[in-house]
Structures are given as structure tokens and as C-alpha cells.
Nanobody
Framework: QVQLVESGGGLVQPGGSLRLSCAASGSTLSLYIMAWYRQAPGNQRELVAVISTGGTTNYADSVKGRFTISRDNAKNTVYLQMNSLKPEDTAVYYC????????WGQGTQVTVSS
């Protein structure tokens, strides 16, 4: 069973950048479809980006051209590079691994505010 730990969140001004990391242990990350989700207060959790085992990526329309998901299988880590951040990107960001079952991390807070 895989365990996931997110890091890299914080407070950033509009227009700034952050890189989130999702480190996996207990299993080989290369076997899993990986995704980033986010949940803002009062909202449902929504899919932000997904990357297949082969490296194919897909993004929510709201983040296309600004966010990039990537994976480093050698480091057992998935990343979310977030550029041109907007206040509406403020949320708790979660990493998910899928291989039959879904496995979630604990989340990391991203706040975009001046």
C-alpha cells in the first residue's frame, strides 16, 4: 500500500509560483496513475491535473497553460508546478495515486493573496 506526503504549499502573491511535491513510500510510484486535486472552503474536491504511467497529462480548463504535472519515478515523486497563480487557486491541494484503489495524501494548503 502506498503512502503519500505532499509538501510545498504556502502563501504566495497573485502572479507568483509554487511547486508542490508528492512523495510516495511503500510502493513503486511508476505503477500508479497520479493526480492532483484541490478543495476550497465550501467547494467540492476537484481534479486539477493527472498523469498516466506513460506520462500523458491532462488538466482542468481553469489551470491549462499555468500548471504542469510531472513525475520522477526514480525519486518516487510527483510534482505540480503552478505559475501565474490567482486568488481563485487558493485551496488545499491533495495528491492521489490510483491502482485499482485510490490512495490520498493529507493535503497541503496553498493561499494566493496580496
Amino acid at each position: 500500500q502506498v503512502q503519500l506526503v505532499e509538501s510545498g504549499g504556502g502563501l504566495v502573491q497573485p502572479g507568483g509560483s509554487l511547486r508542490l511535491s508528492c512523495a510516495a513510500s511503500g510502493s513503486t510510484l511508476s505503477l500508479y496513475i497520479m493526480a492532483w486535486y484541490r478543495q476550497a472552503p465550501g467547494n467540492q474536491r476537484e481534479l486539477v491535473a493527472v498523469i498516466s504511467t506513460g506520462g500523458t497529462t491532462n488538466y482542468a480548463d481553469s489551470v491549462k497553460g499555468r500548471f504542469t504535472i510531472s513525475r520522477d519515478n526514480a525519486k518516487n515523486t510527483v510534482y505540480l508546478q503552478m505559475n501565474s497563480l490567482k486568488p481563485e487557486d487558493t485551496a488545499v491541494y491533495y495528491c492521489k495515486a490510483k491502482l485499482g484503489f485510490d490512495y490520498w495524501g493529507q493535503g497541503t494548503q496553498v493561499t494566493v493573496s496580496s
